[in-house]
């Protein structure tokens, strides 16, 4: 089963980078699930929380755009082109610097700001947009008529 980044690749378009959620970011709802275990088991709907963020968020760099989907049931998504992105902001906290995980905000010409909450090594991920904008931006040398 392809999932949703492949599914919404155009002709041509390829896939940079691919990042994921951290699990360090799910480690409240791993802690809370631990506690309330013995309370009927509802600790357990907090580990099926945090196995469903985990394994239905989406993170993708292509040479055309950056692609974020959560979601299993309701879907959202963030596709911009690469073109149209201004900035990229890495938000971490104390937790985040020690197990390399945080927050991106990705601001694009006319778009609003678009968080992506969690991600591992956001830096990392930054980086690939970067180089990929970079190599994308670049002109492509025209070949002379001699």
Known sequence: MATYVESTLT?????????????????????LGLVLISVYGLGLLFWIA???RYFTTELAITNKRVIAKFGLISR??????????????VNQGILGRIFNYGSIVVS????????????????QFRRAF????????QPQPVAQPA
């Open 11 to 31: 002709k041509g378009e390829q896939v940079a980078y691919q990042g994921k959620v951290s699990l360090f970011s799910l480690a409240p709802l791993f802690l």
């Open 50 to 52: 945090a196995a469903i």
């Open 76 to 89: 959202s998504t963030i596709e911009i082109n690469l073109q149209k992105i201004e900035s990229i902001q």
């Open 108 to 123: 694009g010409a006319g778009n609003p700001q678009a968080p992506v909450p969690g991600i591992s090594n956001p830096l």
């Open 130 to 137: 970067i180089d990929t904008q970079e190599t994308n931006g």
